[in-house]
């Protein structure tokens, strides 16, 4: 995000359902779940709020998006979530290449999506940076090379980024299969044991003390 993210700027946001002030009248409403994030930094005096790597989220039954069948939906989030106010930058982590991007349309999703690609230790890994702004669309493109703290885009107002509260989905992908622009950020937890293979914590990136 341009600085270093610690206990000076951030406070750590828990979503589960062992915060029982997260009823679901708020977070189902989007004016009163923004409303409640943004409560909560202006109490604490922090820029960040952050967390919720692999944390079981009960926000999710707000969206048809999690779904996985009739009675039941994709609970367990597998990326770092960095929320503060829209139009905030965001920067390139470490150097790679522009490997694909999209719109992720609809209540719920992502919203502006972008996937990059890093040779780490001799192997791929990608970065997914989602709910970002529509603006940034335009000046992305793929195979373009970026250096570590290039500008990459903007954090998205609600009614651009899947209608969530301004925040950054910041999460680490091994195998990225055939998606573009997309893959899944949260998981039912029978699937849990493939998905933290494969999505590793993005803390070891952000290194803040906070999240160890």
Known sequence: MGVELSPKNCMVLDLSPVNTTLTKEIFEGDQSFKDFL?????????????GGYLENRVIYHRSKVFSAGETTFRNIHLGVDIWTDAGSPVFCPFPGRVHSYNDNLGFGNYGPTLVLEHQLHGKNIYSLFGHLSRKNLEGWQEGAVLKKGSLIGHLGA???????????????????????????????????????????????????????
């Open 38 to 50: 943004f409560s909560q930094l202006h109490t604490s005096k922090k820029t960040f709020a952050i």
């Open 158 to 212: 609600w009614e651009e980024n899947g209608c969530w509260p301004p925040h950054l989905h910041f999460q680490l992908i091994k195998d990225l299969g055939t998606y573009r622009g997309d893959f899944p950020g949260v998981c039912e937890e029978q699937h849990l044991a493939k998905y933290t293979e494969n999505c590793p914590n993005p803390n070891t990136w952000l290194n803040c003390s906070l999240l160890e």
